[in-house]
């Protein structure tokens, strides 16, 4: 099997996102998670103050960061720190609301097998793949299903959960926030107005964690370099400057970092072009297009894995998905009961600007300028942000 040239995982071992989260739990008084504290972090840096704030940017990467005219966060950058596997908002966003890398938490891309409910879904939404309901019309207990714990629900202290009005009440976010309060918002200068209040609406000790979607959305349409993703890095700059102003005083840690950064897709792959390798198939493509997760079918598995070698071997490299478990790629900790069956029997890890797409009868795939998910190091490495307030 093709493992020639294939990247690294993110580190786990002190300097990644779900190291982030470990620092923050114990930090404010909760359990250490075994993945163990963030290095340029540690717990005793966090404790000390009255209010932590974490905002949280969706898709911003160290580099794209470091090369965009945006002084509050570059002047502010205490070091860069990396994402969690796969570089993707499901798993990402998922470990910071519940404090666990991937391994325990179990979810592995924007496309889950869910072999509980006998379908492939949308994972946040909730919508099977073919399209359909989500959660909470088809009735599912999410909560049940996914088994996750909140990591607002671990600290001892206050908590507030500041999220676009229009995903703040999904079954999502519903399952992770726990005791924390909802301050829903609409746009930049809402959400710092709802940061604010958070952090001055008591007196006790509190942590808020605010999520800004929209430069992911941006840098998905036109590209991670684009003109307006490049925009709209200084409105959120500006931003989050005047948030800093205004909460000056309050002593508060104000932290901003990313769940994954973006790479252009320069090349694309469709299993479409391809119908040796589709037929092997038993399910759709999950996971990412970046990083696909496959489900062969039986007795199918050598064709399969030849066929890629010979259509696909310029474009992905070919990993069979139990080496990604042994290798540590989704983080440590015990593993979620449904980790496995959730990661197929390959992955198919993208290379550099290409990316892996296949239909769904009837539903055309999502013709993105930017993506994200694989092991490219501007997807793996987000920045930390570091402000006293």
């Avoid at 995982?9 to 359990?31: E, I, R």
């Avoid at 964690?209 to 500006?238: K, M």
Wanted: aromatic fraction near 6%; hydrophobic fraction near 40%; charged fraction near 20%.
């Amino acid at each position: 099997m093709d493992t020639v040239n294939l990247p690294q995982p993110p580190d786990y071992g002190g300097h990644s996102l779900a190291n982030l989260m470990a620092s923050l739990s114990a930090g404010l008084g909760g359990p250490m998670p075994h993945q163990g504290p963030l290095a340029v972090l540690p717990p005793e840096a966090v404790g000390g103050h009255r209010h932590v704030v974490l905002v949280l940017v969706d898709g911003l990467g160290d580099a794209f960061l470091q090369g965009q005219p945006a002084p509050f966060l570059n002047g502010h950058r205490l070091a860069g720190i990396e994402s969690v596997f796969p570089t993707t908002t499901a798993s990402g966003i998922t470990t910071v609301l519940t404090g666990d890398p991937p391994a325990v938490h179990g979810l592995t891309g924007w496309h889950v097998h869910f072999r509980e409910l006998g379908a492939v879904l949308a994972v946040l939404p909730g919508v099977p793949r073919y399209g359909g309901v989500g959660y909470d019309q088809a009735q599912v207990d999410l909560q049940r299903l996914l088994g996750h714990h909140s990591l607002f629900d671990r600290l001892p202290v206050a908590s507030a959960l500041v999220t676009p009005e229009h995903i703040a009440r999904t079954p999502f976010n519903e399952a992770h926030r726990g005791r924390a309060r909802l301050f829903p918002f609409k746009g930049l200068e809402s959400m710092v107005d709802q940061v604010v209040a958070a952090v001055r609406g008591g007196d006790a000790p509190r942590f808020v964690y605010a999520y800004w979607p929209e430069l992911d959305a941006r840098g998905h349409e036109h590209g991670p370099d684009g003109a307006e993703t490049r925009r709209h890095l200084q409105a959120v700059d500006t931003a989050l400057a005047t948030l800093a102003r205004r909460l000056a005083g309050t002593g508060t840690l104000l932290l901003v970092t990313a769940d994954h950064g973006m790479v252009a897709a320069h090349h694309r792959a469709d299993l479409a072009d391809h119908p040796g390798i589709a037929r092997c198939l038993a399910l759709p493509l999950c996971g990412e297009p970046r990083v696909a997760f496959a489900y062969v079918r039986h007795g199918w598995h050598e064709t399969f894995a030849r066929r890629v070698r010979e259509e696909l071997g310029h474009a992905c490299t070919l990993v069979p998905s139990h080496r990604l478990l042994e290798r540590g790629w989704f983080g440590p900790g015990r593993h979620h009961p449904e980790l496995e069956t959730r990661i197929g029997d390959f992955a198919l890890i993208m290379h550099p600007g290409w990316i892996l797409q296949d239909r769904i009868l009837g539903r055309e795939p999502h013709r993105m300028a930017g993506v994200h998910g694989g092991l490219d190091r501007r997807e793996v490495e987000i920045p930390l942000v570091r402000a006293l307030c």
